[in-house]
């Protein structure tokens, strides 16, 4: 069974950088479509960016020029280094295997002054 254990998370003044680690186990890390979503208090969970087998990702618009996703299939790891956090990047911070339905027990991000 998947089991996901996210990373990394904590509370930063707008304009500073986190970098988040997601632990994957129970899969074949490296054929994975990895995602990371995050959900603000009293907002849907949204997707934030993807990570794909081949190489290629993917940005919400949101996050675009800020967030890098990126993968190390040795560790089984995958990370998002979050840059110009600004207040409304404040959420709990989830990665997920796509097409699995296990979710991780998230990270808090808290973007304040």
């Known amino acids: 069974q998947v089991q996901l254990v996210e990373s990394g998370g904590g509370l930063v003044q707008p304009g500073g950088s986190l970098r988040l680690s997601c632990v994957v186990s129970?899969?074949?890390?490296?054929?994975?479509?990895m995602d990371w979503y995050r959900q603000a208090p009293g907002k849907q969970r949204e997707l934030v960016a993807t990570s794909f087998a081949g190489g290629n990702t993917r940005y919400a618009d949101s996050v675009k020029s800020r967030f890098t996703i990126s993968r190390d299939n040795a560790r089984n790891t995958v990370y998002l280094q979050m840059n110009n956090l600004k207040p409304e990047d404040t959420a709990v911070y989830y990665c997920?295997?796509?097409?699995?339905?296990?979710w991780g027990q998230g990270t808090q991000v808290t973007v304040s002054s």
């Open positions: 129970g899969s074949r890390f490296s054929v994975n479509v």
């Open positions: 997920k295997v796509r097409y699995n339905t296990v």
